[in-house]
């Protein structure tokens, strides 16, 4: 419940405030020390010592029974994402330890930063030894973005030459993909805790989390989208170069739209949207797949609509 305090005069030009007596006794604060002021814009923060855009230190424990070794992997990223810094993994005699090492392994080599730092007879220590605060939002996106547009680009390739190696390829780069977002999941998780933080990530306001995280959580699914077509021309579907075409025009509108706000990509889109899907096509998984490309692009102009939505207005 927000506290009314009375603007009191201070001298011909300042103004001043009290603070409750409950908040100095809890931080004990005395007359004559500093207090930490921040302008937010259409509100101040007050802290009573200094705050550096650092991870809050917090550690989780897991404990994982016999039978419960696959599900690790998920863990691991979920603590990951939330911010944490340091994760223990318990685990009894019976366990399988051959299987939650390797699933331990295969979550690490999909998270920035987060490394193995202890192994004991009846646990593991995963510890947080690199400062992700140094990558802005906006550089993993464009890392996201750079991943997608290389998908493009193979998935024109694949249909001109009929190569297998770009199917391949657009596989293997789904790891990296998720790599990033895990990251950006963080980095929001720790900007929603720390307005400091959020600053250093290069977010000074952060009711733009949302639109950003919207944005980058659709490029993973996007990128899930060419790997499950990729799959599928493994197996012997076919896609045409107007299929990929539209495909290629659908998510570079997409990214467009969100950067620049582009008049031009916003209209493309819808009309590339409405095409597909008052034309009666044949329903197959590639025309699917398509379906699901649209529809996401479609987000990721979404995303923008509440970007702009967010931004505060300069005066």
Same mark, same amino acid.
Request: proline residues 3%; contains cysteine; aromatic residues 8%.
């Given at each position: 419940?927000?506290?009314?305090?009375?603007?009191?005069?201070?001298?011909? /030009?300042?103004?001043?405030?009290?603070?409750?007596?409950?908040?100095?006794?809890?931080?004990?604060?005395?007359?004559?020390?500093?207090?930490?002021?921040?302008?937010?814009?259409?509100?101040?923060?007050?802290?009573?010592?200094?705050?550096?855009?650092?991870?809050?230190?917090?550690?989780?424990?897991?404990?994982?029974?016999?039978?419960?070794?696959?599900?690790?992997?998920?863990?691991?990223?979920?603590?990951?994402?939330?911010?944490?810094?340091?994760?223990?993994?318990?685990?009894?005699?019976?366990?399988?330890?051959?299987?939650?090492?390797?699933?331990?392994?295969?979550?690490?080599?999909?998270?920035?930063?987060?490394?193995?730092?202890?192994?004991?007879?009846?646990?593991?220590?995963?510890?947080?030894?690199?400062?992700?605060?140094?990558?802005?939002?906006?550089?993993?996106?464009?890392?996201?973005?750079?991943?997608?547009?290389?998908?493009?680009?193979?998935?024109?390739?694949?249909?001109?030459?009929?190569?297998?190696?770009?199917?391949?390829?657009?596989?293997?780069?789904?790891?990296?993909?998720?790599?990033?977002?895990?990251?950006?999941?963080?980095?929001?998780?720790?900007?929603?805790?720390?307005?400091?933080?959020?600053?250093?990530?290069?977010?000074?306001?952060?009711?733009?989390?949302?639109?950003?995280?919207?944005? /980058?959580?659709?490029?993973?699914?996007?990128?899930?989208?060419?790997?499950?077509?990729?799959?599928?021309?493994?197996?012997?579907?076919?896609?045409?170069?107007?299929?990929?075409?539209?495909?290629?025009? /659908?998510?570079?509108?997409?990214?467009?739209?969100?950067?620049?706000?582009?008049?031009?990509?916003?209209?493309?889109?819808?009309?590339?949207?409405?095409?597909?899907?008052?034309?009666?096509?044949?329903?197959?998984?590639?025309?699917?797949?398509?379906?699901?490309?649209?529809?996401?692009?479609?987000?990721?102009?979404?995303?923008?609509?509440?970007?702009?939505?967010?931004?505060?207005?300069?005066?």
């Amino acid at each position: 419940m927000p506290l009314a305090r009375k603007l009191i005069r201070l001298g011909k /030009a300042s103004l001043a405030v009290t603070l409750p007596s409950k908040w100095l006794k809890k931080h004990d604060l005395k007359e004559g020390q500093d207090v930490y002021i921040e302008d937010r814009d259409d509100y101040l923060e007050i802290w009573p010592k200094p705050r550096e855009a650092e991870e809050i230190k917090q550690e989780a424990q897991v404990e994982i029974e016999p039978g419960e070794e696959k599900s690790t992997e998920r863990i691991i990223i979920s603590y990951y994402s939330a911010g944490y810094t340091s994760i223990r993994i318990s685990y009894p005699k019976k366990t399988n330890k051959t299987l939650l090492k390797e699933n331990i392994r295969r979550s690490l080599l999909r998270l920035v930063g987060l490394e193995a730092f202890e192994e004991e007879e009846n646990y593991f220590l995963l510890q947080m030894i690199a400062d992700t605060s140094t990558i802005s939002i906006e550089k993993i996106i464009s890392r996201m973005e750079l991943l997608l547009k290389n998908n493009l680009r193979d998935l024109e390739e694949y249909a001109r030459t009929g190569h297998m190696q770009y199917l391949k390829s657009i596989i293997e780069r789904d790891e990296e993909l998720d790599k990033f977002y895990f990251l950006l999941s963080r980095q929001v998780a720790l900007s929603l805790k720390s307005s400091s933080y959020a600053e250093k990530v290069g977010i000074p306001q952060r009711p733009l989390l949302l639109p950003y995280f919207n944005y /980058a959580k659709t490029l993973e699914r996007l990128g899930d989208v060419f790997v499950s077509l990729a799959r599928i021309l493994q197996r012997g579907q076919t896609v045409t170069e107007e299929q990929v075409e539209i495909i290629k025009k /659908a998510v570079t509108c997409g990214i467009n739209a969100f950067q620049r706000g582009d008049k031009v990509s916003k209209k493309e889109l819808g009309k590339l949207y409405s095409s597909f899907f008052t034309q009666g096509k044949e329903l197959t998984l590639i025309t699917y797949l398509i379906g699901n490309v649209l529809s996401l692009s479609l987000d990721l102009l979404e995303a923008r609509v509440d970007f702009e939505a967010l931004t505060p207005v300069q005066k």
